[in-house]
């Protein structure tokens, strides 16, 4: 990856993190609240390689669990195995497509939902969790698929993170 | 003959003021009507005075319209700038003056907890909606550990976890997480209240003979030692008693609106080393 995609990168996660910590809550109902940083995973995962995204992957959903909740490394997990799992399957995709990534998106946040739910059962104590998660999960997907497509109708969406 | 002719000018003179002054004095008690030269003159002249006026007023409309009012375009954008203006201010009185509403009953709270607390303002909320946490614009080096209470003006906001040099996150009282225990007041009934949802919480561990009933004040019991004793927690909203079990179930809505908290204390008492 070049310099300027890492800092461009790392400008919009910062910004992006800001986002959603102090805007967005002002203005919307918790579960409408996008996930910014699982968008920018799926648009790394279908972007850049292994090497790079792995890593990346990982800090987005650490990054993640630092401004949520109680436990770090619970999205840094399912962003892993998501971001493998699809990067396991990309190469015989067109990955430059736009409905691809809304379509991708949406199957992260169930996938991230799913491990999330698995992780926290089997781990933590927290009872009653999963009625509010399932309650949540409909408009989080509906949500962070509409940033999905209004990401993709950016310039610059079908530029590669890196050049070989 | 020669008489007349000297004083020719002088009689006629003195008989035209006589007879203006007895056409005066003839007119003085028809004053209000009008006379035949009256009528004449003035019925004659109505034709002309019509669109002399009509025109006249039209130079007066051009001139009031339009020559004068040549500054009117400037004042009218600097009356509206200073609408705006006084708007703004406007604005920001009555957010000072609701802010300090706000703080007059934070500090009614802070001189009712007999402890030392440190007042911090919310800056940021959980990025996802699975957890109920908040982050505050305090940490370590204002002297917070985690573990530590946090309240507001109405009552129980949660406890300090992951405290950073500068801020900290606030484990709130409704998310999975969370559990205080409390007491009803009204009764004395005892539980541990756990967080439910958004703007929910339930009463957990009240047995089905414990005396709860719908809008019963829930409070800390000061068990445990992370809340003091008394705190606000909220009001029963349902309570609800099966068959069999041992336990009732009791739904309780926060004392304090979590979703618009601005300003909150952290209770230094306390707290994991």
Not at chain 2, 97 to 125: C, H, W, Y
Request: glycine share 8%.
């Amino acid at each position: 990856m070049s310099r300027r995609a890492s800092l461009l990168l790392l400008c919009i996660v910062v910004i992006s993190i800001v986002i959603q910590v102090a805007l967005i809550p002002v203005f919307v109902r918790p579960s409408f609240k996008p996930d910014l940083l699982l968008v920018i995973m799926v648009f790394i995962t279908l972007r850049g390689s292994l090497q790079v995204g792995a890593p990346i992957a990982w800090l987005l959903g650490l990054l993640d669990d630092v401004c949520s909740g109680l436990y770090l490394g619970l999205n840094a997990a399912t962003f892993l195995i998501s971001f493998i799992v699809i990067r396991s399957v990309s190469d015989r995709l067109y990955a430059d497509s736009a409905m691809l990534f809304v379509l991708t998106v949406a199957g992260v946040t169930l996938a991230e939902f799913t491990l999330n739910l698995l992780l926290m059962v089997m781990f933590t104590s927290s009872p009653g969790l999963a009625y509010s998660m399932f309650s949540d999960i409909f408009p989080r997907l509906l949500v962070n698929a509409f940033i999905a497509s209004v990401v993709s109708l950016f310039p610059g969406f079908d530029c590669q993170l890196e050049t070989s | 003959m020669e008489f007349l002719k000297k004083y020719l000018y002088p009689i006629v003179i003195g008989i035209a003021i006589i007879a203006a002054l007895l056409v005066f004095s003839l007119n003085v008690p028809r004053s209000r009507e009008a006379n035949l030269v009256e009528r004449s003159v003035l019925g004659a002249l109505s034709p002309l005075l019509r669109p002399v006026s009509w025109a006249g007023g039209f130079a007066e409309d051009v001139w009031d319209s339009y020559i004068r009012l040549v500054d009117t375009r400037r004042e009218n954008l600097r009356l509206r700038e200073d609408i705006r203006s006084l708007n703004q201010r406007l604005r920001e009185g009555n957010e000072t003056f609701l802010a300090n509403q706000r703080l007059e009953r934070l500090l009614d709270m802070k001189k009712s907890v007999k402890a030392p607390t440190i007042s911090a303002t919310v800056i940021g909320e959980d990025v996802t909606s699975w957890f109920r946490t908040l982050v505050i614009n305090r940490g370590s080096a204002d002297g917070i550990r985690e573990g530590m209470a946090v309240v507001s003006a109405d009552g129980v906001v949660g406890q300090t976890v992951k405290v950073t040099a500068s801020t900290s996150r606030v484990l709130l009282l409704t998310d999975h997480a969370s559990g205080i225990s409390a007491t009803i007041q009204r009764s004395r009934a005892r539980g541990v209240v756990k967080g439910k949802s958004e703007m929910l919480c339930t009463l957990e561990f009240a047995t089905r003979e414990e005396d709860v009933k719908v809008g019963d004040t829930v409070i800390t019991s000061g068990i445990g030692g992370l809340f003091m004793k008394g705190l606000p927690i909220g009001e029963v909203t349902m309570v609800k008693r099966g068959e069999y079990g041992i336990f009732q179930s009791v739904s309780i809505r926060p004392a304090v609106n979590l979703p618009h908290l601005e300003e909150v204390l952290v209770v230094q008492r306390g707290g994991y080393e």
